[in-house]
């Protein structure tokens, strides 16, 4: 048996981990697009490493498009096996993956214009949404801790990761010639304290542990730290300077805790008046699939639930999906709070509000989650003072500001904590996946004071003997 390694291999996204049994079958941890590298990032996405229509299974650890967003594209190239994940990690992959295939068909159609006014041949969308819809026939959904059977020799099963709804640690046992090997690929792992989501599970010992790093160089602030910071930055944006606080954030996940934290806001009396905009239409449509998993929520959004039926909901909370609402936010000159997305303010809405209001030193700009490198969020928050945006320059004179403790993958401390119900005997391997190089050397060093031995860092392409 045999793993290759093609894609958040000493980088964060792209997440595409190879298995190929000794019988020539074929599975896919995650079908993750690259993100943030430019002109680059097309042709690593077009080009796969694999044959699509050669692979059986794809078994997804959640739903962010780094770890799904090319399934619609295998599907478009001839897969047509099963994609294996949980149930809340399907119903967010079919807005998802169809939002996904809207924005390729809009930047494909964009990017052709200016190829044909330059005599220059059209280009394909990577996948349209027509072709993300028809994926979704592919996908079985399971419960978290539910053996599934695949065939005689696969099984596979969910643990909690806390990460996002429905993210879960893949804990595959694959049986041949009379030998039973364990595999566990944890996706990416939350913090052990989340505002909406319940903790992260321990999950079944395995011989062979991927597992990532995003933040294996780092330490989080607490969580608590990160909703004053939140309430301090609004208030001195809003009420002291009467400008507006945009929060480019992640449609799944993070809008939504951000919004919580604004709800609670509002419940003590500390929000002030000011009107509150979640300007994504995946934004909208994801939370709505957060309150049908109530199940999946941690014990104090229950409890708040007691008294507050809707968590994301406030009477000074607005939801905009349409685009003429979104472009009249724009010409508003009151003091507001803008979340948009994406979170690594590359595509989506969130560009149009960070070219009206980045020039303003009035306003704010407030990261509150991971930005890759050469990304226009990473550039903003290196401290550039001119960026591009829609091949224009804008002068950087809004206060521009960032909150760790939001970010949803655990820090090194947190993820190791996370490892501890290894029995780290029995690993036979580990293997670092999605985080950058210098983070997962860092990583790879703590993670040898804590015990654990033979850490393999894999290059793109690089193939182990399982």
């Known amino acids: 048996m045999k793993i290759q390694f093609l894609g958040a291999a000493r980088e964060v996204t792209g997440s595409k981990h190879l298995i190929t049994m000794t019988s020539g079958k074929r599975i896919l941890l995650d079908c993750g697009m690259f993100q943030g590298k430019g002109l680059e990032t097309d042709a690593m996405n077009r080009n796969l490493g694999f044959d699509p229509a050669s692979i059986d299974h794809i078994i997804l650890s959640h739903a962010h498009i780094d770890h799904s967003g090319l399934i619609p594209y295998v599907y478009k190239l001839g897969f047509r096996g099963s994609v294996i994940c949980t149930d809340a990690t399907r119903d967010l992959c079919a807005i998802m993956l169809a939002d996904s295939g809207h924005i390729q068909e809009g930047d494909v159609k964009w990017f052709n214009k200016r190829r044909v006014a330059k005599g220059m041949k059209a280009v394909e969308a990577i996948y349209t949404e027509k072709d993300a819809r028809a994926s979704m026939e592919l996908f079985i959904a399971i419960s978290y801790d539910r053996k599934f059977n695949i065939d005689d020799k696969i099984q596979v099963s969910f643990s909690n990761t806390g990460h996002m709804l429905g993210g879960g640690v893949v804990n595959l046992k694959i049986t041949e010639n009379g030998k039973t090997t364990r595999i566990a690929y944890t996706g990416d792992i939350g913090r052990p304290t989340n505002r909406i989501l319940q903790e992260p599970k321990s999950f079944q010992q395995c011989d062979y542990l991927i597992t990532e790093s995003t933040y294996g160089d780092r330490l989080h602030p ?84 007691l008294t507050d039926h809707d968590p994301f909901g406030f009477s000074s909370l607005y939801y905009v999906t349409s685009l003429e609402e979104s472009k009249k936010l724009n010409t508003l000159k009151q003091a507001c709070v803008i979340i948009s997305a994406s979170g690594m303010m590359e595509a989506g809405r969130i560009k149009h509000h960070l070219a009206n209001n980045i020039s303003d030193p009035k306003n704010t700009i407030l990261a509150v989650g991971y930005c890759s490198p050469i990304t226009l969020g990473a550039r903003i928050l290196s401290g550039e003072k001119v960026v591009s945006i829609f091949g224009e320059k804008h002068e950087v004179k809004a206060d521009i500001e960032k909150i760790e403790a939001f970010s949803g993958h655990g820090d090194y401390n947190e993820m190791i904590n996370f490892l501890g119900c290894q029995d780290k005997k029995q690993l036979k391997n580990v293997f670092l996946v999605h985080g950058e190089a210098d983070a997962q050397v860092y990583y790879k060093n703590e993670l040898e004071k804590a015990g654990y031995s033979n850490i393999e860092i894999p290059e793109q392409g690089q193939e182990f003997n399982l």
Do not use: W
């Open 222 to 305: 607490q969580l608590h730290e990160a909703e004053g910071e939140l309430l301090r930055i609004l208030l001195k944006t809003c009420v002291e300077k009467q400008g507006k606080l945009i929060i480019p954030s992640f449609a799944i996940g993070r809008t939504q805790e951000v919004v919580y934290s604004l709800n609670k806001f509002f419940n003590e009396g500390k929000l002030p008046k000011i009107k509150i905009f979640v300007d994504s239409p995946l934004a909208v449509n994801a939370t709505g699939i957060f309150r049908m998993y109530t199940g999946y929520l941690n014990e104090d959004v229950k409890h708040v639930m």
